[in-house]
């Protein structure tokens, strides 16, 4: 793809939005939830499916919605209300951790920078990006596994791994892309752009594409 081109990509990817089921943590942005149950929920998120991650979200924050009311549950409690998403008693742990660190450094506030958000551990650079974009607006691209993939397969980068991806991303993509730039190809990459046998025959921006590494599609 032409760096010329992303604008084009992006406009068409941003028509068809409309028409595809979001990621769960865009959804709960769009709703304007809290960001701490932003938070908590992309910590869910990671190798663990969107429905999954919803129920979890959900039955955990019914159950504590804030740092202080988690820290009254066990990490057996926490572990509990959110299987089965994946590395559910590592991530029971980590939000215990989490919490803590909130309350004792932040004042229960969820840090609005990436570089504080990276200081919680537990949180890597791809929920820290999140977390800034999608809950305070700021400049931030989180790259998972759907934004590496298709970045390279339309050829915008050249990349090998996902913390890669991101610095090309800062380098190249234009700012005002940066903050929906996760939605568009998450939800892209769910609904067309798939890892195996992409839907090229249904792909809007096929004609941008320079198909990179696909040796079958469909």
Request: proline content about 5%; glycine content about 4%.
């Amino acid at each position: 793809m032409d760096e010329k081109h992303i604008d084009e990509a992006i406009e068409i990817l941003g028509k068809r939005l409309k028409d595809w089921d979001l990621p769960i943590v865009s959804n709960l942005a769009a709703e304007r939830r809290s960001p701490f149950s932003i938070l908590i929920s992309t910590v869910l998120s990671s190798r663990t499916k969107d429905e999954v991650t919803a129920s979890a979200t959900e039955r955990l924050m019914s159950r504590a919605s804030s740092p202080e009311q988690m820290l009254r549950l066990s990490e057996e409690q926490i572990a509990e209300l959110i299987y089965p998403v994946g590395f559910y008693k590592t991530k029971a742990r980590a939000i215990l951790h989490i919490c803590k660190e909130l309350i004792e450094r932040f004042g229960s506030l969820v840090p609005d920078t990436i570089e504080n958000l990276l200081t919680l551990k537990g949180v890597g650079r791809k929920t820290a990006n999140l977390v800034v974009s999608l809950v305070y607006e700021k400049e931030g691209i989180c790259v998972d596994t759907h934004v590496h993939r298709i970045s390279n397969r339309l050829g915008y980068v050249r990349t090998k791994t996902p913390a890669q991806t991101e610095y090309a991303l800062r380098e190249k993509l234009p700012r005002r892309y940066w903050i929906d730039f996760n939605t568009l190809l998450v939800t892209f990459g769910r609904e067309i752009c798939r890892p195996i046998s992409p839907l090229c025959s249904q792909c809007p921006i096929r004609h941008l594409c320079d198909r990179i590494g696909v040796t079958h599609n469909r």
